[in-house]
């Protein structure tokens, strides 16, 4: 059984840092993608940041330079280290993997994609 539990996620002032973590159980594809999701109210889910078997990685514009995602492979965790926060990072963040395990081109825009979710951790910056 595949299980993903994100940890990490709190309220921090705008400037403020913050790393989210999610476990994964029962995912051992050899390759894949993964990575990670937000949504704030009233907006659609949209993809933040994203790692492949392969190490690459990729970063929606909006986080760039500030956001940076890590796996460690021995702890099978996935790590989501924000920097710089800004109230607009503000949402629910969740942790995702593709249920058949596959490096999927462009899998950030695509958050309908057929994934297994974490139960999400909230991200609040303000002042």
């Known amino acids: 059984q595949v299980r993903l539990v994100e940890s990490g996620g709190g309220s921090v002032q705008p400037g403020g840092s913050l790393r989210l973590s999610c476990a994964l159980s029962?995912?051992?594809?050899?390759?894949?993608?993964m990575g990670w999701f937000r949504q704030a109210p009233g907006k659609e889910r949209e993809g933040v940041a994203s790692i492949d078997s392969d190490g690459d990685t990729d970063y929606v514009d909006s986080v760039k330079g500030r956001f940076i995602i890590s796996k460690d492979n021995a702890k099978n965790t996935l790590y989501l280290r924000m920097n710089s926060l800004k109230p607009e990072d503000t949402a629910m963040y969740f942790c995702?993997?593709?249920?058949?395990?596959?490096?999927?081109?462009?899998?950030?825009?695509?958050?309908?994609?057929?994934?297994?979710w974490g139960q999400g951790t909230q991200v609040t910056v303000s002042s």
């Open positions: 995702a993997a593709p249920v058949r395990g596959r490096i999927v081109l462009g899998w950030l825009d695509l958050p309908q994609y057929n994934n297994y």
């Open positions: 029962g995912y051992t594809y050899r390759y894949y993608v």
